[in-house]
C-alpha cells in the first residue's frame, strides 16, 4: 500500500522531499505554488533535477500536485475562465516539467448559470489543457467535493459526464476524497454505505479509473455538505470505518494520501501510525524459543 502525506513546499521543493523523507512517505501530495494567491516560485533546471532525483531514490510514487484554490474551471464568466484556464494550462506544464504523475483537480462552480453550463465549461477547459499543451504522461484527476455552495464535482454523475465529454479521456482519472464524500450524503462511515458508495462510483464511472484517495475524517456530521478535514479516527467518520477504507479490496493498490491538519508536529506522524495501525496484515506464525 503507497501511504503518503500532503506535505508543504514551504522553504522550496528541497524542503517539501525532506518532510515526506521523515515521515517515511511512500508517495506524495504538494502544491506547486501558493494556492490561493497563485504565487509560483520558477522551476529552475537545477531544483527540478534535485527534487526529481531525491523523489526516485526515496521510492516515493506516485507525485501528486494539487492545483491551486484561485482556479474556477465551471465559471461561466468568460474572464474568470480565460483566466482560470491560462493558470491551469501553467500549471499543467509545471507538473510535467516535475514529472508529476497527477494533477488533481476541482471542478469549481459556475454559480447561477447551472451546473450543465459549468460541466461543459470544465470539459472545455481540459481539452484546452490537453488538446492544445504537448503530449505528457501526467494524468489530470478530478476530486470529488463536499457539496458546500453551488460547487460542482459532489455527485458521481457530475464527474462522470465532465469525463465523458473530453476528447482525450484516458488522460483523466479520478480522486476521492473520504471527507468529502461523507460530508456530500455518500454513507462510507458504514459497511453497507462504503460497498454501495464504491458500487456507485464502479457503475457510474468505473473503479479502474480511480487513482489516489484523500484520507481524511470529518470535523463535521454525515451530509452536513461543509469541507472540514480532520484526524484519523477522531471524527464523524471514525476508526472503524477507515479500517474498512483502507483494507478495502476495490481500493487495493490505489494510493492514500492524508490531508489531515497539521496543527502540531506530532500530528502528520500521528495520523500516518494511526493509519498504519488499521492497515490487515497477513498473520504470520509466531515461533517459539523454547
Ligand atoms: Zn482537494
Ligand atoms: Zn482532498
Known amino acids: 500500500m503507497r501511504l503518503g502525506v ?3 513546499i514551504a522553504g522550496g521543493l528541497q524542503e517539501a522531499i525532506g518532510r515526506a523523507r521523515r515521515l517515511e512517505c511512500t508517495a506524495m501530495q504538494i502544491f506547486s505554488r501558493s494556492p490561493r494567491s497563485g504565487k509560483a516560485t520558477p522551476l529552475s533546471a537545477d531544483l527540478v533535477q534535485n527534487f526529481d532525483r531525491e523523489r526516485r531514490s526515496l521510492g516515493i510514487e506516485p507525485l501528486a500536485v494539487h492545483s491551486p484554490y484561485i482556479i474556477n474551471l ?3 464568466q468568460e474572464s474568470v475562465w480565460n483566466g482560470s484556464v491560462r493558470l491551469y494550462q501553467e500549471e499543467y506544464q509545471r507538473c510535467t516539467l516535475l514529472n ?6 476541482h471542478v469549481g462552480t459556475s454559480k447561477d448559470a447551472g451546473e450543465e453550463v459549468g460541466v461543459e465549461q ?3 477547459a481540459m481539452g484546452r489543457t490537453l488538446d492544445f499543451l504537448p503530449k505528457s504522461p501526467l494524468m489530470i484527476l ?3 467535493t463536499a457539496g458546500s455552495g453551488q460547487g460542482l464535482g459532489h455527485r458521481f454523475e457530475q464527474l462522470a459526464s465532465i469525463r465523458n465529454r473530453v476528447k482525450a479521456k484516458n488522460r483523466v482519472g479520478f480522486c476521492l476524497d473520504t471527507a468529502h464524500l461523507f460530508a456530500a450524503g455518500y454513507s462510507i462511515h458504514t459497511e453497507e454505505g462504503l460497498e454501495a458508495t464504491l458500487q ?3 457503475r457510474i464511472i468505473g473503479l479502474k479509473h480511480l487513482r489516489l484517495v484523500h484520507l481524511n475524517d470529518s470535523k463535521v456530521p454525515f451530509g452536513s455538505k461543509v469541507d472540514r478535514h480532520w484526524h484519523i479516527g477522531e471524527g464523524h467518520i471514525g476508526t472503524a470505518a477507515f479500517k474498512r477504507i483502507v483494507n478495502h479490496p476495490d481500493l487495493r493498490g490505489v494510493p492514500f494520501i492524508l490531508e489531515t491538519p497539521k496543527l502540531t508536529e506530532a500530528d502528520d506522524p500521528r495520523n500516518l501510525a494511526m493509519v498504519h495501525s488499521l492497515i490487515a496484515r497477513p498473520s504470520r506464525r509466531v515461533l517459539s524459543h523454547t
Open 74 to 76: 465551471a465559471s461561466a
Open 142 to 144: 478530478l476530486e470529488n
Open 100 to 105: 508529476a504523475q497527477y494533477l488533481v483537480t
Open 122 to 124: 470544465v470539459a472545455k
Open 6 to 8: 500532503h506535505v508543504s
Open 200 to 202: 456507485d462510483f464502479d
